[in-house]
């Protein structure tokens, strides 16, 4: 029996284990926890009970050797530890910025590399996960849309960043000492390397491990899916996610957005926004929030804030602004300060919220947009970026 890790794709796992080497059990929902237990010889009456304990092990006290679940008889440890793996990414680098941000590159199966960044705020912080290795959307003004997809990452490995950043923060709590209510990683967002709508199983399935009440226990509403619009997987994330809404909108006309968000050819400004009016959790305490880049003389005029407005007309939602974070190679420059006031001045007057997001972690290429993975950083150069940009 070897000891590489199996990673499975399956919704449910079969009753019989795979041949291969130990299964690892970050990522598993319960439901597939139990069938894996009850394969590894677990009688079907314990299941349950085993399943709450090992996952509080796993979640709740953040152990990765079945040796230290002391709470388990010393046999059923040695069944697990044949049968079962836990394993999250490997820390390759740990970049940590001037501002508190962390910038992890980690390594997963296949030798390929993703990142994920940690943004810190007084007694709390967003933990900012990929979903893919590179992406298939190639927005033209994002780092990481230069890096062509490479795959999809299982629902481990993006539970498994959750586990990274708790491991490297000190936040899992430690039996017999007091309880600290302080959470550090108190929010997730999906919004680093892919489009997480095209990887909506392992997604779906990674947040439901995180949001367990017995684990991470992180609320949906601490948990934002940001997608660039994939319009057929929205209504069902809001059905089997449940998780906050977010949309890279970051253009006012088709035209536009064709370039910044290739997407918009397939699903157009209209098709998005219809989809977004029938969003199911849409409501004034569940807003949609859009996310629009600053990008100087390309989407930034008074006459885009304007149209901006009369297109979100009637849905709850804010509007997040992003200073263009600049990439080496970029064919766009950030908006002026002043036009960016100018355009948030004209949303708040029209009854949006219109916060100015403060960069972070510029200095380490962990701002919005600056993601890209060292393997699969092949160096362009600035006119063939600008040829692909269409412009």
């Not at 960043?161 to 959470?183: C, F, H, I, N, S």
């Not at 892919?194 to 990674?206: H, Q, T, W």
């Not at 918009?264 to 859009?290: D, G, H, M, Q, V």
């Not at 602004?321 to 064919?331: A, D, K, Q, R, V």
């Amino acid at each position: 029996m070897t000891n590489a890790p199996i990673t499975q794709d399956v919704l449910t796992l079969p009753r019989k284990l795979p041949e291969g080497g130990p299964l690892n059990l970050v990522g598993l929902t319960r439901d597939q926890l139990r069938d894996a237990l009850i394969a590894a010889g677990t009688p079907d009456k314990q299941a349950k009970m085993r399943v709450g304990q090992v996952w509080q092990w796993i979640y709740h006290w953040g152990v990765r050797d079945f040796a230290d679940m002391t709470n388990l008889g010393k046999d059923y440890r040695a069944l697990l530890a044949e049968h079962f793996t836990i394993a999250v990414p490997e820390v390759v680098t740990r970049q940590v910025s001037a501002d508190g941000t962390r910038k992890y590159l980690l390594r997963i199966a296949g030798g390929h590399e993703v990142e994920t960044v940690y943004i810190p705020e007084e007694n709390r912080g967003t933990l900012c996960i990929s979903s893919q290795v590179g992406c298939t959307l190639t927005c033209s003004f994002c780092h990481t849309g230069t890096q062509k997809l490479v795959r999809n990452l299982t629902a481990a490995e993006i539970v498994g960043q959750v586990m990274v950043a708790r491991d490297d923060l000190g936040e899992w709590p430690k039996p017999g000492e007091p309880k600290d209510e302080t959470r550090l990683v108190s929010n997730v967002v999906l919004m680093g390397m892919g489009e997480p709508l095209y990887n909506f199983d392992n997604v779906r399935d990674a947040m439901k491990v995180v949001m367990d009440g017995e684990g991470i226990s992180l609320s949906r509403r601490r948990i934002t899916l940001s997608t660039s619009g994939v319009v057929p997987e929205i209504a069902r994330a809001a059905e089997e996610i449940g998780c906050l809404l977010a949309v890279s909108f970051h253009a006012t006309t088709d035209a536009v957005r064709d370039t910044l968000v290739p997407i918009n050819k397939r699903w157009n400004i209209e098709t998005l926004l219809n989809a977004l009016r029938e969003y199911p959790r849409l409501s004034n305490s569940e807003r949609i929030t859009f996310e629009y880049v600053m990008l100087k003389g390309v989407n930034d005029s008074d006459a885009d804030a304007k149209r901006l407005v009369k297109l979100i007309a009637g849905i709850p939602a804010k509007i997040n602004l992003i200073p263009f974070n600049e990439w080496p190679g970029s064919p766009y420059q950030r908006s002026d300060w002043e036009r960016i006031e100018a355009f948030a001045d004209i949303i708040y007057k029209a009854g949006y919220a219109s916060p100015i997001r403060t960069p972070r972690g510029e200095d380490i290429m962990a701002a919005c947009g600056q993601l890209k993975s060292a393997t699969e950083r092949a160096r362009k150069s600035r006119a063939a970026i600008e040829a692909e940009a269409g412009m």
